[in-house]
């Protein structure tokens, strides 16, 4: 079974999409595939498809929904019946790949491929790499990682409290990649082929301060020491208009290193190093927890 839940919606068996149309359906799936292999409680997929207002049908409208999966599962599954008779295997059913167990369901099948996984499994060996300064082989890691996003984390697929919950969890998991890959680059000298990328990322990460602080590095390093200026008073003016904050010390810091070398042409630290690393004047613990903390109030 192959999942794709970063960006549009596809579970395919056998090669075959099993992913229904209807919108309810649709979301009792895409909560099923995001916890391929565990039992998924009835409560939270009522809670997914009704939050706190669920008829009184609920339950009975849930088997409905599950029991029309399982039409698609079959006809998937009648593509390659696979083995039975006299090797003493049977045959899977519909009931073997979405399966009913006390309290729950669970979405099962051989070989299960996920791309949440592949990009955990590929993100995790990218900070390591980070971390023990392999800066190439962290890029292209965590390149590699970004690649398997096409969109948003269910992008076609109506979400409820417990899908909206995972796709924040999941877009925050996608920034932090983003972040290090950028740093990785950053520090390979990579400056000048990430100007086009982070002109695109601050526009729309209007209070993210790593990622501004890696604009101003990399314009800095290009040569661009106003450009880079301008980036700091572009994210002060947001900042104060719109949250009634100062950009963090470690930012303004930032700043003051770039005018000064300006002055005197004195190198400029990395926006974040990574870990074991030496710290400049730029670093300073938590950027990405004050990050979050500034997406969520705007």
Sequence with gaps: MDIDVLGALDVRENGMSVAPTAPKPRQVLALLALH???VVPVAALVDELWSDRPPRSARTTLQTYVLQLRELIGTALARDPG???GDGQRRRTAKDVLMTLPGGYLLSGDDVSSDIRAFERMAGTGYRAMDAGDFAGASRLLGAAL????????????????LSMEAKRLEESRLCALDQRIE???RLGRHRELLAELTVLTSRYRTHENLHAQF??????SGRRGEALGVYQRLRTTLV???GLEPSPRL???QHSILVAAAD?????????AQHTQPGPAAEPGPLRRDRRLAQAS
């Design 216 to 221: 101003m590095l990399a314009l800095h390093r």
């Design 184 to 186: 990785a680059d950053l």
């Design 147 to 162: 690649d398997l996003w096409s969109g948003t984390a269910f992008a076609d697929v109506q979400q409820g409290p417990q």
């Design 265 to 273: 042409c004195a190198p400029v630290p990395s926006a974040q190093p």
């Design 241 to 243: 208009r719109d949250l």
């Design 83 to 85: 083995p039975a008779g």
């Design 252 to 254: 303004h810091r930032l």
């Design 36 to 38: 391929a292999g565990r």
